[in-house]
């Protein structure tokens, strides 16, 4: 059974940068569609990067400019590097897998998701 594990999230004063990382296991990050979502206290989960298996990259229109997806095809590994970053960006970031070369947007089209790990940024 694949697993994705999270790691890299904290506490960041806003304005500042962070990034987290999925590490991959039964599971090849190259060629297919991987993405990361969040969730804030009271808030629906929602969908925050996504990267396909040709690379092209979609973002949310709230991190746009802001945020960047990424992936070392070496490490099995995916990235999310954050930067200016802001109070409202404070919630449990989720990486998620898909089978398929192209990107649905939807938590539901994701086959594995990771734990997830906390990101908080104060103001």
């Known amino acids: 059974q694949p697993q994705l594990v999270e790691s890299g999230g904290g506490s960041v004063q806003a304005g500042g940068s962070l990034r987290i990382s999925c590490v991959a296991f039964?599971?090849?990050?190259?060629?297919?569609?991987m993405g990361w979502f969040r969730q804030a206290p009271g808030k629906e989960r929602e969908g925050v990067a996504f990267i396909d298996g040709y690379d092209t990259t979609s973002y949310a229109d709230s991190v746009k400019g802001r945020f960047t997806i990424s992936r070392d095809d070496a490490k099995n590994t995916l990235y999310l590097q954050m930067n200016s970053l802001k109070s409202e960006d404070t919630a449990i970031y989720y990486c998620a897998a898909s089978w398929r070369g192209s990107c649905g947007t939807r938590w539901s089209q994701f086959t594995y998701r990771g734990q997830g790990t906390q990101v908080t940024v104060s103001s």
């Open positions: 039964g599971y090849t990050v190259s060629s297919a569609c």
